[in-house]
């Protein structure tokens, strides 16, 4: 079972309230598809990141064709260090798999992803986000609550694969 969170307020990264010394020499840019196979080599590795069909290398594509300039990637010099997808439907945002490796953690990186897709939903219009954290992953908990984010209690997440269903 996952737990959905949204922002309801506007966020605020500054460098300042992080390690930034560590955060210095790494770029943030948009995940374009040349980004795929380390990102998913890193969401592979990132406990509380369940991969599933829909993160094949062709849904990706789907999902960054339909949400333009949306989702990012972090790179210290020639390493991935850092990915987020972020999309929307109209009404809201959501982001999914984002993840910091192992060793870049608590420098900053994964509140400036969060940041530059926070900032594009805005510039759509978007003025609430919507995310799944796995119930078990407290370590996930703690980052989205520290940069703002709050638990739904008033809602409980439902899905229904699509796969079997008859064609008319």
Same mark, same amino acid.
Request: hydrophobic share 40%; glycine share 8%; net charge positive.
């Given at each position: 079972?996952?737990l ?5 307020a506007k ?6 309230r992080?390690n ?13 598809m040349?980004d795929?196979p380390?990102a998913?080599a890193l ?7 369940s991969l599933r ?5 062709e ?6 064709d339909r949400n333009p300039?949306m ?9 991935l260090?850092?990915?987020?997808l972020c999309?929307?439907?109209?009404r809201?945002?959501y ?5 910091v490796a192992r060793?870049?953690r608590r ?16 510039t759509c219009?978007i003025q609430?986000?919507h995310?799944?954290?796995?119930? *078990?992953? =407290? @370590?996930?908990?703690a980052f989205? +609550?520290?940069i703002g984010w709050? *638990?739904? =209690? @008033?809602?409980?997440?439902m899905? +229904?694969?699509l796969g079997g269903?008859?064609?008319s």
């Amino acid at each position: 079972m996952s737990l959905l969170l949204a922002n309801r307020a506007k966020f605020h990264w500054s460098p300042h309230r992080e390690n930034h010394r560590s955060f210095a020499m790494v770029e943030i840019r948009e995940f374009t598809m040349q980004d795929y196979p380390a990102a998913h080599a890193l969401w592979r590795e990132s406990e509380g990141i369940s991969l599933r069909e829909a993160d094949s290398p062709e849904r990706i594509k789907y999902f960054l064709d339909r949400n333009p300039a949306m989702s990012f990637v972090a790179y210290d010099q020639d390493r991935l260090v850092g990915a987020a997808l972020c999309g929307q439907d109209g009404r809201r945002g959501y982001l999914h798999h984002v993840a910091v490796a192992r060793l870049s953690r608590r420098s900053g990186i994964g509140s400036a992803l969060v940041f530059r897709c926070l900032e594009k939903l805005q510039t759509c219009g978007i003025q609430r986000c919507h995310l799944f954290v796995e119930q *078990e992953n =407290s @370590d996930a908990m703690a980052f989205w +609550r520290g940069i703002g984010w709050f *638990e739904r =209690s @008033d809602l409980r997440m439902m899905s +229904r694969d699509l796969g079997g269903l008859p064609h008319s």
